[in-house]
């Protein structure tokens, strides 16, 4: 749903209700924006960072006992240093 919008002589926009509506943004809210390639991405700022980034990454665990994980680290860590030249 792509749609126009006019950047102000104050360098400010006004995001289209339905958009704000359809993405759950409220007035007063606090948003990021970020500049990547050229292009400009807003998105809410979250009321708390470690739970907008909870989960992340969990598909990296997959299929591996983590518990099981830490044992062999942890055992590696026991192992003579490899004889130096």
């Known amino acids: 749903m792509a749609k126009t919008v006019r950047l102000s ?5 006004a ?7 359809k993405v ?8 990021t924006i970020q500049e990547a390639h050229g292009r400009l991405i807003l ?11 909870e989960g992340l990454g969990r598909e990296i665990w997959e299929g591996i006992d983590p518990l099981e994980y830490i044992r062999k ?3 590696s860590w026991n192992k003579p240093p490899s004889p130096q030249r």
């Open 9 to 13: 002589s104050k360098r400010q926009i």
């Open 15 to 21: 995001i289209p209700r339905a958009l704000c509506e």
């Open 24 to 31: 759950g943004l409220r007035l007063g809210q606090e948003l």
């Open 43 to 53: 998105w809410p700022k979250p009321k708390s960072y470690s739970k907008a980034l």
């Open 73 to 75: 680290e942890r055992a």
